[in-house]
């Protein structure tokens, strides 16, 4: 018997455009009263500066309304599980992108302002269902917003390891959506119903192929916490590190997802 195919996660895109927004003030919060010093610190990121990361964050909503500006593709040809692999391949342009803007942008403040301005102007502007032409493929202006979620969980606890005193803390909505997509990747990488994978309170999803587990304790099953999963599908931590400081519960022949992570970094 072929495997049961699987639905397709949906997002309630009103819940999500508020997701984003309210982790964004949390952000922007957070940096405005950095000093020079401050941004001139290094990251976890390579080379980049705080300055650099803040100007990134920016360019996270600024994406939305400069890919409005493009034609619109004539049909769908993408899905949200094939964004963190395309992103990934964008990534030494988008990291170059963000030092030039950093290094031309005297108040970083006000270039988030500007990020949220033309954000929120293109979500006033355009439909949901409006086709972008992303790195991942014509994607609907919703779905896309969804990935806006991913950018600003991540970076900003990129942030809070370079600067531990902020604090920042995550927006519910903003750590749930960005904790499915990643989920919801894992599994259409690793097509199958052998492993399940436990992100409590956000997502449960099976994966790996093997041997289909239909009733009871399933036999491979892996359970983390929201922020362990995103640092593994995006590279902040490896498989190993989280298995020794009991971030991660593994068991089962087929628990050990080191082979499948990061999904993107």
């Known amino acids: 018997m072929p495997p049961a195919k699987k639905r397709t996660r949906t997002y309630d895109p009103a819940k999500t455009r508020a997701a984003v927004l309210a982790q964004y003030a949390l952000v922007r919060q957070a940096v405005g009263g950095l000093s020079p010093e401050q941004l001139a610190l290094p990251t976890r990121l ?55 803007l950093a290094e031309g942008t005297p108040d970083p403040g006000a270039q988030l302002d500007e990020a949220e301005r033309r954000f929120t102007a293109a979500l006033a502007e355009h439909p949901g269902s409006r086709l972008l032409d992303t790195s991942a493929g014509a994607l609907p202006l919703a779905d896309y917003v969804v990935t806006r979620t991913v950018e600003l969980v991540v970076h900003t606890d990129d942030l809070n390891a370079a600067l531990p005193a902020l604090e920042i803390p995550y927006d519910r909505g903003a750590l749930g959506a960005a904790t499915r997509l990643l989920a919801d990747t894992l599994a259409a990488r690793a097509l199958g119903a ?24 399933p036999p491979n099953v892996v359970e983390t916490d929201p922020l362990t999963w995103i640092r593994l599908a995006t590279g902040r931590t490896d498989w190993d590190t989280a298995l020794t400081d009991a971030r991660v519960a593994a068991s089962g022949e087929r628990a050990d997802l080191s082979g499948l992570l990061p999904l993107m970094s």
């Open 194 to 217: 052998s492993t399940e994978v436990r992100i409590p309170p956000y997502a449960v999803v099976q994966c790996v192929e093997g041997p289909r587990h239909t009733r009871g304790t």
């Open 46 to 100: 390579g080379d980049w500066r705080v300055r650099d990361l803040v100007a990134h964050i920016g360019m996270a909503l600024s994406a939305v309304g400069l890919l409005c500006d493009r034609p619109e593709p004539t049909r769908r040809g993408g899905a949200l599980s094939d964004w963190p692999s395309a992103v990934a391949v964008d990534a030494p342009a988008i990291a170059a992108r963000a030092r030039e």
